[in-house]
């Protein structure tokens, strides 16, 4: 079992940033694609950022492109996502997700992933 935990939600002002962490509970054995998703209150489930297995791509949502990074650190199998320029639109719950099916998806589609975690809070103030 692939068992993903997401940290450093929190309160920030608009135009700060923050990072957001996704650590598995044991090293992986191979890479997997990892992503980023986000729900906002009484909105669907939407794609943030994801990363390839190979880490030769990484695809953003148009909404977060040009604020958004997402890198990954094998070594620790942790995969980050660095947010900059915060709006009060980026507010949510976001949540990591890992591919562990062997498939073609695309890095944004959600159904492609078949672990996530447990969600961390982030609310953008004025």
């Known amino acids: 079992q692939v068992q993903l935990v997401e940290s450093g939600g929190g309160l920030v002002q608009a135009g700060g940033s923050l990072t957001l962490s996704c650590a598995t509970s044991r090293r992986t054995f191979r890479p997997y694609a990892m992503g980023w998703f986000r729900q906002a209150p009484g909105k669907e489930r939407e794609f943030v950022a994801g990363i390839s297995w190979n880490d030769a791509r990484a695809d953003y949502a148009d909404s977060v492109k040009g604020r958004f990074i997402i890198s990954r650190t094998y070594a620790t199998n942790t995969v980050t996502v660095e947010m900059n320029s915060l709006k009060l639109g980026d507010t949510a719950v976001y949540y990591c997700?890992?591919?562990?099916?062997?498939?073609?998806?695309?890095?944004?589609?959600?159904?492609?992933?078949?672990?996530w975690g447990q969600g961390t809070q982030v609310t953008v103030s004025s």
């Open positions: 997700a890992c591919r562990t099916v062997v498939g073609r998806w695309p890095l944004d589609a959600d159904s492609g992933y078949d672990y």
